[in-house]
């Protein structure tokens, strides 16, 4: 009887579990702002308001859980004060500097 290798399980990269920090939130923040990307963008607050809790953003924001989700989810378009709204609950804010 031969044994075989088991094949090593892969764990999907979840940004969420690593932003347990404020300095690590805003320095996440800050790499995603500079790729100049709108949907990476609603993806890092999507991961930040996952780190710190959906449920409790969204009230934070006042917003309902189930639009916080569609309003970040991939592809989404929303109004730029839904952004701030959003940034506003995480506890981010966005610097504008010399390009």
Do not use: H, W
Not at 3 to 8: E, H, Q, V
Not at 28 to 35: D, F, K, Q, S
Not at 59 to 68: F, I, M, P, Q, Y
């Amino acid at each position: 009887m031969t044994k075989t290798k088991a094949t090593p399980k892969l764990v999907v990269f979840d940004a969420a579990r690593y932003l347990n920090d404020d300095e690590a939130i805003a320095e996440y923040m800050t790499a995603i702002l500079e790729t100049n990307d709108p949907d990476l963008l609603l993806l890092a607050l999507s991961d930040v308001a996952r780190a710190k809790g959906m449920a409790q953003v969204a009230k934070d924001a006042g917003l309902g859980r189930e639009s916080l989700y569609k309003a970040l989810a991939p592809g989404a378009k929303p109004r730029f004060e839904t952004v701030l709204k959003v940034a506003r609950a995480l506890g981010v804010k966005f610097i504008a500097q010399p390009a």
